[in-house]
């Protein structure tokens, strides 16, 4: 089974795939921390983030892993832990610009779709183009939105737990940005499939939306057995 997620940043895909991975026991694949890696690897080298090329070359040469259960998940760099590095606003800015390279992109997504095809039950993927570049034949594709102000209250919050320093206004003005940059790149901007399950969590707890995803796949496979 193969389950996509896609949206803009701060929609709740992450969570919202952790939850789905654990409860239907998937292999749980966050495509934006492979994306934060190449970043990671891109920063650790001092690799100019105009020279598309060089970009193209450091994610072909980064061994990335992602190691453990859905909510303890650990990138693994190189034989390095950065789970904690990639979620740096640092990293999270320069993975933004690495996401955008049609060469880095093509490399991602065939990483991608190995690590997919080969998971023992299926996989639960998330990010910006899963359903309609990734995995366009997924069994299940979702599209999850907010309005940006939801989102960027949210990511606000969680990057406060985590005691990241910032304002709700610049995590706003980030969202945008990076709202700007997902739908106008050339290479796989953030689209919704044809076929994807549109969901707008703005004004839903995350359990509520949860439950409505399940609901719609327990009932799917109900009806084909």
Request: hydrophobic share 40%; with cysteine; net charge negative.
């Amino acid at each position: 089974m193969i389950i996509a997620i896609d949206g803009p940043s701060g929609a709740g895909k992450s969570t919202l795939g952790k939850m789905l991975a654990k409860e239907l026991c998937l292999l749980y694949l966050d495509t934006g921390a492979m994306y934060r890696a190449v970043a990671v690897s891109a920063l650790h080298i001092g690799t100019s983030f105009t020279d598309a090329e060089r970009l193209a070359k450091v994610a072909e040469a980064a061994k990335i892993d992602l190691v453990g259960e859905p909510n303890t998940l650990r990138v693994i760099l190189d034989g390095d832990d950065v789970t904690a590095e990639i979620r740096t606003l640092e990293v999270a800015q320069a993975a933004s610009i690495v996401s955008t390279v049609s060469g880095v992109r093509r490399v991602m997504v065939e990483h991608q779709r190995q690590i997919g095809l080969t998971a023992l039950n299926g996989c639960v993927l998330e990010g910006r183009d899963i359903g309609s570049v990734v995995f366009p034949n997924a069994d299940f594709k979702f599209f999850l939105t907010a309005t940006p102000e939801a989102r960027a209250r949210r990511r606000f919050e969680e990057d406060k737990a985590k005691g990241l320093i910032s304002t709700y206004e610049h995590t706003l003005a980030e969202i945008n940005q990076r709202d700007e940059r997902d739908v106008s790149r050339t290479d796989s901007p953030l689209v919704i499939a044809e076929d994807a399950i549109v969901i707008d969590t703005s004004e839903l707890d995350l359990t509520e939306v949860f439950e409505r995803m399940l609901a719609t796949i327990n009932s799917h496979r109900s009806s084909t057995r």
